[in-house]
């Protein structure tokens, strides 16, 4: 229990950092931008991840009420939701790493370049990484919520 509070921690922690630089770099760099215009000019595999990671939060609330409502069952779903949220940021992060992965390949073949000219690569790998996380705190939140409502109850 207290592992998923100090996870749901860290987790919105760094769901603040990516979504604060993701903004700065859209608000200094593209200042047209918006995150829908990234999720759409954005690379088949980013948005392959996003819509994963959307059909991921979809159970997530179900499991957690199910989990929250029957009592034999709130452990196994809150070993459920916390395979979820840890799914949702790993495949944040492996999306993360393959735009990296492109950024760099793409410099190499065009040279020095400033930030201008990648700050929307960067702001598109920094929006799913957010999204990642933002899913992952979901499935903690619940995971919190079941595993205090499993503990407070106790058998006569």
């Known amino acids: 229990m207290k592992i998923d509070l100090i996870a ?6 760094a769901f603040t950092a990516a979504f604060t630089a993701m903004n700065w770099l859209l ?3 593209a200042p ?3 995150p829908a215009g990234l999720f759409l000019d954005a690379d088949i595999i980013a948005k392959l991840v996003m819509l994963l990671l959307m059909l991921l939060t979809l159970p997530v609330p179900v499991i957690g009420l199910i989990g929250l409502l029957a009592r034999e069952a709130a452990r196994p779903m ?4 916390r395979m979820a949220a840890a799914a949702s940021v790993l495949l944040g992060l492996l999306a993360a790493a393959y735009g990296w992965i492109n950024i760099q390949a793409a410099l190499r073949g065009v040279g020095p370049v400033g930030i201008e000219v990648t ?12 999204y990642s996380l933002l899913v992952a705190g979901f499935a903690l939140l619940f ?4 595993g205090l409502r499993a503990g407070g109850r106790r058998k006569a």
């Open 8 to 13: 749901l921690a860290l987790v919105a922690a």
């Open 27 to 29: 608000s200094t760099y």
């Open 32 to 34: 047209g931008a918006s």
């Open 78 to 81: 809150v070993m459920v939701l």
């Open 119 to 130: 700050a929307p690569s960067w702001a598109e790998l920094l929006l799913v990484l957010a």
């Open 143 to 146: 995971a919190v919520g079941v």
